[in-house]
């Protein structure tokens, strides 16, 4: 992993942390949000307005479907923020 992807997704965990009020290390990129964190559609849109505030994006809301853990919230942050 380059340097700006560990730091891209290190960011990450920490939102997605603070938004389902979990320990960063708690958190394991592939285990779903839902299933495994027990996490709701408010606190996942909350996730979702944290990650556009952090890079000044905008998430088109047909992406939310694919936010389900660390891994594809990265992917489609990535996507918006054209990295």
């Given at each position: 992993m380059t340097l700006a992807l560990t730091e891209r997704m290190d960011r990450i965990r920490e939102i997605v942390a603070e938004h389902l009020e979990l320990e960063?290390?708690?958190l394991d990129?592939?285990?779903n949000f839902i299933d495994v964190y027990s996490a709701d559609s408010l606190?996942?849109?909350d996730v979702l307005a944290a990650l556009e505030r952090e890079w000044g994006i905008e998430i088109d809301q047909s992406q939310f479907a694919r936010i389900v853990d660390?891994?594809?919230a990265y992917e489609v942050v990535a996507e918006s923020a054209s990295w």
């Amino acid at each position: 992993m380059t340097l700006a992807l560990t730091e891209r997704m290190d960011r990450i965990r920490e939102i997605v942390a603070e938004h389902l009020e979990l320990e960063v290390t708690d958190l394991d990129d592939d285990s779903n949000f839902i299933d495994v964190y027990s996490a709701d559609s408010l606190a996942l849109m909350d996730v979702l307005a944290a990650l556009e505030r952090e890079w000044g994006i905008e998430i088109d809301q047909s992406q939310f479907a694919r936010i389900v853990d660390v891994r594809s919230a990265y992917e489609v942050v990535a996507e918006s923020a054209s990295w």
